[in-house]
């Protein structure tokens, strides 16, 4: 398990959702949870990738077919900004839109590039772009 925050501290902390883990909660308890169930998907998320089912079994002196390797029921995301968009009360900088109005902060910060990819992770976002 890892160290919480040092209270004040006002940067982000992963799986803290505005109803879920962090509603209701002292800060401590709160980022706790968040990090704790962000470990947790890390922890399975890597499991998931190495362990699979062998791809031919043998039964009754018969070999069938290939198998589809085992999957996860639950897909989890090594992504850090979901499709949720930026944390609510969020005073920080939002990129490229500065001179933007009208829209509802959750709507703005959701079409944003770093919120609205397919890609696992930013990073692999910008290199498909950069390299495409």
């Not at 962090?22 to 401590?28: D, F, I, K, P």
């Not at 009754?60 to 995301?77: A, I």
């Not at 490229?96 to 992770?121: I, K, M």
Request: glycine content about 10%; hydrophobic content about 25%.
């Amino acid at each position: 398990m890892q160290e919480p925050p040092i209270p004040g501290y006002q940067g982000y902390i992963p799986r803290i959702y505005p109803t879920e883990v962090g509603l209701g909660q002292r800060y401590h308890c709160s980022t706790n949870s968040g990090l704790d169930l962000f470990t947790r998907e890390q922890t399975f998320q890597r499991g998931a990738k190495t362990t699979s089912c062998p791809k031919s079994v043998s039964m009754d002196g018969r070999t069938p077919k290939d198998l589809p390797s085992s999957r996860p029921t639950h897909d989890f995301s090594t992504r850090l900004y979901m499709t949720d968009g930026m944390i609510p009360k969020y005073t920080g900088y939002i990129p490229q839109r500065r001179y933007v109005f009208g829209n509802t902060y959750g709507d703005e910060t959701r079409s944003l590039e770093v919120c609205a990819h397919n890609a696992p992770n930013f990073g692999t976002f910008t290199r498909s772009k950069t390299f495409a």
